[in-house]
């Protein structure tokens, strides 16, 4: 059997309950295989066992007293998966959904994703199936405190240096720092990201992932001969990622004409511009996490209990919200629908396996969520920088070093996919690209 085939084997025996990071892993594995298959190194050196395997893994309980008075027990977890390149560095996602299996998912592709960006951090993910939806800031601010309780241990600006993620804002990771700094008895504010920018938040990190997401379309568009202005794109989420993508392709020129939530999509056929890309925050503040409250505002179509995929004329897809959100039978929509070649994944692994194969055979391009919404963990990033140095850099320093980083990006990974002989496959190409740098450095630093 091949080494590759052996350790998707071993990682699926290993972890069967855990379908989310199998199936990440069964994807990265398999565009792998030219790269391995070329050099014994890694397998003499047991390089994807060990990539499969995280440093570390904590579960714990998170108590906390609701405004009731009632005593709540969440379950809250970090994955550190690989420090070979830096400190661990991945959000803290606070979601109902959130296990074991979502956070080894996230954590695995977090290490790939990290290498991408060129800047010295690792991989890890944390999170809690916690909802922060309906609940009290009062109720959030104890939670929060109750779960960094337990985190603080193993985390530092040199360690493991934690971000939001979906759940988790600035309002979550403030309550968080406060606690962290309380407990250690200083102004470690490097060992969080994602800040308000009194205490040392980056300017720009909101929009950064939406941005991110942009700039690397753009990349994309200028290698095969096209113009973002112009083109329209269906969106799914209304969230913080969405509002930013739908806020730059504005700016360029672009149309954004759909977005979703977990009751449905609206259908914008004149484009959510102006106050209604305004509007979007309004509706994530409300918290009451329904869609259909922008077709109500503006008068648009709103179809309940379904995805855009397929079902609105655009010329690119572009998946805003969560993982596996595109199935097989919405892939086979997008393939008739017919208007669209193009889909740019900025959600987490939104895209089912099979899902995949049926574009690809298709002729559609794909670009990987590990190389397009890396523009988040790169300004977060960058913020470390910024506490490290005691500085503060403009929004425009900021935005610029972002454009750079997303640009390099995309080139790396185009150039990998030519290199390995799959031209024009975006998602063995960041892959490659990712892998490449953290083998290298497993390599140098021995078995550990």
């Known amino acids: 059997m091949a080494y590759v085939d052996e350790v998707i084997k071993e990682v699926s025996e290993k972890n ?7 199936q990440a892993v069964t994807e990265v594995l398999e565009s792998l295989r030219p790269v391995v298959e070329a050099d014994d ?8 066992e060990r990539m499969c395997e995280p440093e570390r893994i904590v579960s714990f309980r998170v108590p906390w007293v609701d405004d009731a008075g009632k005593v709540q027990v969440n379950r809250g977890f970090r994955a550190q998966f690989n420090s070979a390149i830096g400190p661990y560095k991945g959000g803290i996602r606070l979601h109902p959904s959130v296990n074991q299996s979502i956070i080894k998912f996230l954590g695995f592709e977090q290490t790939f994703k990290n290498s991408l960006t060129g800047l010295p951090i690792g991989g890890g993910k944390g999170g809690s199936d916690f909802n922060p939806k309906g609940k009290s800031d009062g109720e959030i601010m104890r939670f929060c405190q109750s779960f960094m309780t337990e985190l603080y241990r193993y985390i530092g600006p040199d360690t493991d240096c934690p971000a939001g993620d979906i759940g988790c804002g600035s309002k979550e990771i403030g309550y968080m ?23 040392g938040g980056s300017l720009g990190r909101n929009e950064a992932t939406g941005y991110g997401a942009v700039y690397f379309t753009e990349e994309l568009f200028e290698s095969i001969g096209k113009k973002l202005a112009g083109t329209t794109f269906a969106l799914s989420g209304f969230g913080n990622v969405s509002w930013g993508v739908a806020k730059k392709l504005n700016e360029l020129g672009a149309k954004v004409v759909s977005i979703s939530g977990p009751d449905g999509y609206i259908y914008d056929k004149d484009g959510i511009s102006g106050e209604k890309v305004d509007y979007m925050v309004e509706m994530r503040g409300s918290l009451r996490d329904r869609c259909e409250d922008y077709a109500d505002r503006f008068g648009v179509e709103f179809h309940a209990g379904e995805k855009p995929w397929g079902r609105v004329k655009a010329d690119v897809y572009m998946p805003c919200a969560t993982q596996n959100e595109i199935g097989l039978e919405d892939a086979k929509r997008m393939i008739e629908e017919g208007t669209s070649k193009l889909l740019i994944e900025v959600a987490n692994m939104p895209t089912k396996a099979e899902a995949v194969e049926e574009l690809q055979k298709a002729g559609f391009m794909i670009a990987p969520s590990k190389a397009v919404n890396a523009g ?11 506490n490290a140095m005691k500085l503060s850099w403009t929004e425009e320093e900021v935005d610029e070093k972002l454009k750079k980083i997303m640009k390099n990006i995309f080139n790396n990974i185009d150039s990998a996919a030519k290199k390995y002989g799959m031209d024009g496959n975006l998602i063995a190409g960041a892959n490659i690209a990712g892998f490449l740098k953290v083998a290298e450095a497993m390599l140098d630093e021995g078995i550990f």
């Open 177 to 199: 720092f406060g606690m962290y700094k309380r407990i250690v008895g200083g102004y470690k504010n490097g060992a969080l990201s994602g800040k308000g920018i009194p205490y």
């Open 16 to 22: 069967s309950n855990e379908q989310e990071f199998i």
């Open 376 to 386: 988040g963990v790169a300004v977060s990033a960058l913020e470390m920088s910024q």
């Open 41 to 48: 190194r890694y397998e003499k050196n047991a390089i994807l």
